[in-house]
């Protein structure tokens, strides 16, 4: 048997105010899509803002729908219209931002399962990382400089 250490590296700021500019202005697009959330059943609402190279920002909020796994996350709705839209564009930025409408969410909340294997799609494809910044409604952010820090064992087309 051998033993297999997986180390990641996050970066952990007080607030949004403690972020580049740009960074603020893209997590201000997170946040802003985030309030237009279609999110009756959860009601849990979730914001995405993409930036790409071609200077493009992609946003997308979670969208419900009564038939449970009919409903897509932000951070897919935001990656797939980019990627039908701007085919040839990488991802450079995402700005993730979640709240309740029950409680207010004040810790980080990072891309679920699905959404991290999605974003590791989109890294793999264009071959270089997107750096994912994610926080609550206030609170700490949280960024990593590339989705392997998130699902440092994807599961990508080489093993098919």
């Known amino acids: ?18 972020l580049d500019p740009e ?12 309030k237009k959330a279609y999110a009756p059943y959860s009601k849990f609402l979730v914001g995405a803002a993409l930036l790409l190279d071609n200077g493009k920002i992609v946003t997308g909020s979670n969208q419900e729908n009564a038939s449970y796994p009919s409903g897509l996350c932000a951070e897919r709705t935001a990656i797939y ?3 039908a839209q701007y085919p040839e564009a990488k991802i450079v930025r995402m700005a993730l931002t979640a709240g309740s409408l029950k409680t207010v969410t004040n810790t980080p909340i990072p891309p679920c399962g699905a959404c991290r ?5 989109y890294e793999i494809k264009q071959g ?9 409604e206030t609170g700490k952010v949280i960024k990593s400089n590339s989705l392997k820090n998130l699902l440092p064992l994807v599961f990508e087309k080489s093993v098919l």
């Open 1 to 18: 048997m051998k033993e297999l250490k997986i180390e990641a590296t996050l970066f952990v700021y007080d607030s949004i105010e403690e």
């Open 23 to 34: 960074v603020i202005d893209l997590m201000n697009e997170a946040i802003a899509i985030r």
């Open 128 to 136: 270089t990382p997107i750096e994912i910044y994610f926080m609550g």
């Open 117 to 121: 294997q999605a974003i590791s799609e």
């Open 81 to 83: 219209y980019a990627g």
